[in-house]
């Protein structure tokens, strides 16, 4: 909301949430939200809200989960429980429910994975709302935040998307603009029920404004660099977008297996990942590694498939030289 100091950038940062309120299926009136610092920031805000509802709350989250999920625990001081992950890097949807059953825990805050950092996996939001019905609990007594930083800005594209956003069932939702839309500066939204977040509304006399963020003064400049890059593109546009970088994700799948090196990719993923090559080669290509696996993120400004031929050429051939 606008404050005694003018010079700002809300006009254009309400056009943001506006933008994502109607992409995350939710009426804008009963929404807030802004623009972040990035991924970490909107987790910790999903994450107060969360622990503001239910103060006793424990913190249920994956292993696969974003490592800032521990620092955020740390810092307010929420109990964390870490669930198991299944192959895919997708939660284990009846050890979180062992968990919260172990743990007696009658007001639960649920950290959603939609789309992990290693191997995109999204965490069903509307499986583990049946899993908790099936337990007993009703849709009020806890808080699910989606952290969407990676799989926001695609799946609302596919044909068939995973559940996810505030019509499946989310209370917050946060997703970064580095990643998809590819803004210069590291930042990203978050946006939770209105109700919610009155709950942490503090009235600042001397800007004449509330405050419902995290961090108070913000970067000016990361507003915009957001609205230029949803609005740049029409909704096809995006949707196209979205679409080339799958399908050249999935040449990317079908190139691995033809040289016989055994990659996979997750549902409306498009991060492929395959066996960890040579240091030599993960040093050369950039490649994110985790154990015995390493992955590549297909993006959108390829215009051929020549620099993803040379860099699978590449793996490929060290990978044959370390498993002669």
Not at 19 to 45: H, P, Q, R, S
Not at 109 to 133: L, R, S, Y
Not at 200 to 219: C, L, V
Request: glycine letters at 6%.
């Amino acid at each position: 909301e606008d404050s005694n100091y003018i010079l700002n950038t809300f006009e254009f940062e309400r056009e943001v949430i506006e933008w994502f309120a109607k992409l995350l299926n939710i009426d804008i009136n009963k929404c807030w939200g802004y623009v972040t610092n990035g991924g970490t920031e909107g987790n910790m805000y999903g994450c107060l809200l969360g622990r503001e509802c239910f103060p006793n709350g424990k913190l249920y989250y994956s292993k696969q989960t974003h490592y800032s999920v521990a620092k955020i625990v740390s810092m307010l001081r929420i109990e964390g429980k870490v669930i198991k992950e299944q192959p895919n890097g997708e939660i284990d949807y009846d050890d979180l429910i062992q968990k919260i059953k172990e743990n007696n825990d009658p007001h639960p805050i649920i950290f959603a994975n939609i789309g992990t950092t290693v191997t995109a996996a999204v965490d069903d939001i509307k499986i583990i709302q049946k899993k908790m019905t099936e337990a007993g609990y009703e849709r009020e007594d806890y808080y699910i935040h989606s952290d969407a930083a990676l799989s926001g800005m695609i799946i609302p594209f596919c044909d068939d998307p995973q559940p996810f956003d505030f019509a499946d069932g989310a209370d917050s939702v946060t997703i970064s603009g580095h990643k998809v839309i590819g803004t210069k500066i590291p930042c990203g939204v978050v946006l939770a029920k209105k109700e919610n977040v009155a709950m942490i509304t503090h009235e600042i006399e001397y800007i004449a404004a509330h405050d419902k963020t995290i961090t108070g003064s913000r970067n000016g400049h990361t507003p915009l660099m957001m609205w230029l890059g949803i609005k740049q593109y029409t909704y096809d546009q995006h949707k196209a977008r979205i679409k080339y970088c799958i399908d050249n994700a999935q040449y990317a799948v079908d190139k691995f297996n033809e040289y016989g090196i055994k990659a996979w990719r997750n549902k409306n993923s498009t991060t492929v990942v395959f066996p960890k090559p040579s240091v030599e080669i993960i040093n050369k290509w950039l490649l994110s590694t985790e154990g015995e696996r390493s992955h590549l993120v297909i993006c959108g400004h390829h215009k051929d498939k020549n620099q993803i031929n040379i860099v699978i050429d590449d793996i490929v051939t060290d990978l044959r030289k370390r498993f002669k």
